[in-house]
């Protein structure tokens, strides 16, 4: 691939480089590189740092289900598990807010990670206290997030153990 030059740019001006990556050998891989340049007939050079994490083409298709355990202290532990069904790798996944019942998860958002396709999968356990219910309620149990590109959630009912 030929290095790009720049003739001349104006003091104080910018200029623009684009650089095209193929990641057909190694695909769903991200990088990091130092780009070196050099500026003033020679006299001013450097480096610049480029972080690189390719887009990755095909469908997405996240389900989310739960398995919620009672603590000894009566609060809930729920163990979340995210699944792509689709037919592209998912790029930062998180999970951006949870509920069971009238009570929210703990800390929000909890990252989760890039997601393969086909079926991967990836876990994260939320925390709910005590006000959440008491064993046997009915409660509704929510999780939302989003991931780059798209958001994703839902809602289901559920009885607490």
Not at 126 to 144: I, K, L
């Amino acid at each position: 691939m030929p290095v790009p030059v720049i003739e001349r740019i104006p003091a104080g001006g910018s200029a623009t480089v684009n650089v095209e990556l193929d990641f057909t050998k190694v695909p769903n891989s991200s990088f990091n590189a130092l780009i070196p340049f050099s500026a003033n007939g020679g006299r001013a050079q450097g480096t610049i740092a480029a972080s690189v994490t390719p887009v990755i083409g095909g469908t997405v298709t996240l389900i989310t289900t739960a398995t919620i355990a009672k603590q000894g202290d009566g609060s809930y532990l729920a163990t979340v598990l995210v699944t792509n069904a689709g037919s592209g790798t998912v790029q930062n996944v998180q999970l951006t807010g949870a509920t069971l019942g009238s009570a929210t998860g703990s800390t929000m958002p909890k990252m989760i990670g890039n997601i393969a396709p086909g079926g991967g999968t990836a876990t994260v356990t939320v925390s709910f206290p005590s006000t959440a219910g008491s064993s046997g309620a009915p409660v509704v149990e929510r999780y939302s997030g989003a991931y780059t590109g798209g958001t994703f959630g839902g809602s289901v009912r559920a009885v607490l153990p």
